[in-house]
Every structure is written in structure tokens, then in C-alpha cells.
């Protein structure tokens, strides 16, 4: 598999740059999820990243590349499911 190395910003994992492999499309995953182990054998700290754009070109406006943002506080979003039938508003 191929893999990429990707820069992390923010956090505990601010300025590294990690190889992350690619999926199938040719980018990292959207979400990525560090488990920390609790130093008293508890339950685990998981460090959320987020995959965003890293910048763009000047003359065109093209992406160069991808970076992680460090998430600190809220998880990842729910997917919400299209065949799902919200309630309709009474008028």
C-alpha cells in the first residue's frame, strides 16, 4: 500500500509528520484516532485529528496537500443516513 507523510497541527502531536497510508482514492483517512494508554491502567485518551487542506497555489488555486488538525473537544460527526424520513413541520 502506498503511503504519504502527513504533518500533524495542534496537540500533543504538533510539528511531526507522520507516513500515513492512503486509501483507495488516493487520500488519508478523513479522521485519525491515537490512542494515548492512561498511565494508572485506565481506560485509554484518544488524540482526534482531522484531515484538512494544507494550502493552495497562488496562481491557480489548486490544493497541494493534506494535513491533520488536532480536535480537542467534540468527536466525529454522525453520519446521517439519506433514506432516513424526517418528521415534516405542521404548518
Not at 502531536?13 to 494508572?40: F, S
Amino acid at each position: 500500500m502506498r503511503s504519504q507523510p502527513t504533518p500533524f497541527e495542534g496537540g500533543p502531536m504538533d510539528g511531526r509528520v507522520l507516513p500515513i497510508l492512503l486509501g483507495p482514492t488516493g487520500h488519508p483517512p478523513k479522521w485519525y484516532e491515537i490512542p494515548v494508554p492512561a498511565a494508572d491502567g485506565g481506560p485509554p485518551t484518544v488524540l482526534l485529528y482531522e484531515r484538512v487542506p494544507s494550502g493552495y497555489t497562488k496562481r491557480l488555486g489548486l490544493q497541494k496537500g493534506w494535513k491533520y488538525a488536532y480536535r480537542p473537544t467534540g468527536g466525529k460527526p454522525k453520519l446521517g443516513l439519506p433514506w432516513r424520513m424526517r418528521p415534516k413541520r405542521e404548518p
